[in-house]
């Protein structure tokens, strides 16, 4: 009678134990899954850093493409008008000596220069 009741209390037990096992592999297994989500949330943080990386990056690249462009214009702007400013003096000393050589001759003849 005795090995029947311990053969019992025995069963009892590990019947809770098993019981007790089977909630706490439920729960690690939920704590894994919840691990898992967390992880998942992670990965799809950086997809979307890494997005946003690519959308600066073209951005960046645009506005530099653009700001080339700018200076660029800008200095060419600037070239025409330095050469507009210097055409415009060299005529100025170009029309006021203009008929020097005649004025030459007329002078070099009055003083019997010959050429």
Same mark, same amino acid.
């Given at each position: 009678?005795?090995? *029947?009741?311990?053969?019992?209390?025995?069963?009892?037990?590990?019947?809770?134990? @098993?019981? %007790?096992? @089977?909630?706490?592999?439920?729960?690690?297994?939920? +704590?894994?899954? &919840?691990? /898992?989500? @967390? =992880?998942? &949330?992670?990965?799809?943080?950086?997809? *979307?850093? /890494?997005?946003? =990386?690519?959308?600066?990056? +073209? *951005?960046? *690249?645009?506005?530099?493409?653009?700001?080339? !462009? /700018?200076?660029?214009?800008?200095?060419?702007?600037?070239?025409?008008?330095?050469? %507009?400013?210097?055409?415009?003096?060299?005529?100025? !000393?170009?029309?006021?000596? $203009?008929?020097?050589?005649? @004025?030459?001759? !007329?002078?070099?003849?009055?003083?019997?220069?010959? $050429?």
């Amino acid at each position: 009678m005795t090995a *029947n009741v311990l053969k019992t209390e025995i069963s009892a037990s590990a019947e809770l134990l @098993r019981s %007790e096992m @089977r909630e706490m592999r439920t729960e690690i297994g939920q +704590r894994f899954e &919840n691990i /898992d989500q @967390r =992880f998942e &949330n992670i990965d799809q943080r950086f997809v *979307n850093i /890494d997005q946003r =990386f690519v959308s600066l990056e +073209r *951005n960046l *690249n645009l506005t530099m493409a653009q700001l080339r !462009v /700018d200076i660029g214009s800008d200095t060419l702007r600037a070239i025409q008008s330095v050469e %507009e400013s210097y055409r415009t003096r060299t005529s100025a !000393v170009d029309d006021r000596y $203009r008929d020097l050589p005649e @004025r030459v001759s !007329v002078l070099e003849g009055a003083a019997g220069i010959k $050429r």
